[in-house]
């Protein structure tokens, strides 16, 4: 079975400095996806980034970046000069190779001060 | 291109009663997924749709939970009767291929009293 573990429940960080949220992951499948959403209190799920496991590169999206350890299962999302519109839920999921629907951790509260 | 929509956007209900969730998933993706959302068991996956056919629904918590989808711009997610256990946010996504990004629409918050 999968499994998604974010250890940081929360966290504070300055603005304009950068942020690195955990994401650790087990799974027996070679072929698979990760994927980060972000949460606003608003309500709906935006989606970030996406790193598949073959991918040699790590991804980027403006801000945003994932550090992929393939050999430690580990995908940590880091986002650049953090602004107060990062203040959100993050969630980091994957999904397998097959038509599967994606497995969440827990999540990580960024609270963003000035 | 508009992104998935979901109605009601709020529900709020009383026990017993029937509930029916509705989806418009993205124009031309071909997977539908129904996620739900709770405090104590954060983002589950309940049933997903391949071209409008049920693919997976191991996650749909019991018998009172039935989800369809009869064309390829519509799903709905019932739930009767409905119970307080059931309050949560449910969410539509839709990707376009297999391991695909998912959408997220902006999903429609439920309580049942």
């Known amino acids: 079975a999968q499994k998604i573990t974010q250890t940081q429940p929360g966290m504070f960080v300055q603005e304009k400095e950068a942020v690195t949220l955990d994401c650790t992951y087990d799974?027996?499948?070679?072929?698979?996806?990760l994927f980060w959403y972000k949460q606003p209190s608003s309500g709906e799920m935006i989606f970030l980034i996406y790193?598949?496991?073959?991918?040699?590169q790590n991804a980027t999206e403006g801000r945003y970046s994932l550090n992929f350890q393939k050999a430690r299962k580990s995908a940590n999302l880091v986002i650049s000069a953090s602004q107060l519109g990062d203040s959100a839920m993050y969630f980091c999921?994957?999904?397998?190779?097959?038509?599967?629907?994606?497995?969440f951790g827990k999540g990580t509260h960024l609270i963003i001060q000035p | 291109d508009a992104g998935v929509i979901q109605s009601p956007r709020h529900e709020v209900t009383e026990m017993g009663q029937e509930v029916t969730l509705r989806c418009k998933p993205i124009?031309?993706?071909?997977?539908l997924f129904w996620y739900r959302q709770t405090m104590m068991r954060g983002l589950e996956l309940l049933i997903y749709?391949?071209?409008?056919?049920?693919?997976?629904d191991s996650g749909m918590p019991e018998d009172r939970f039935s989800a369809k989808m009869p064309n390829a711009s519509f799903s709905t997610l019932k739930i009767q009767p409905s119970e307080p256990r059931d309050s949560a946010v449910y969410f539509c996504?839709?990707?376009?291929?297999?391991?695909?990004?998912?959408?997220f629409g902006p999903g429609t918050r439920l309580l049942v009293l």
């Open positions: 996504a839709s990707s376009f291929r297999v391991r695909e990004t998912q959408y």
């Open positions: 799974t027996s499948d070679q072929s698979y996806g």
């Open positions: 790193q598949g496991s073959y991918d040699e």
């Open positions: 999921a994957m999904s397998r190779g097959g038509a599967d629907g994606l497995t």
């Open positions: 124009s031309g993706h071909d997977y």
């Open positions: 749709f391949n071209n409008n056919v049920p693919i997976d």
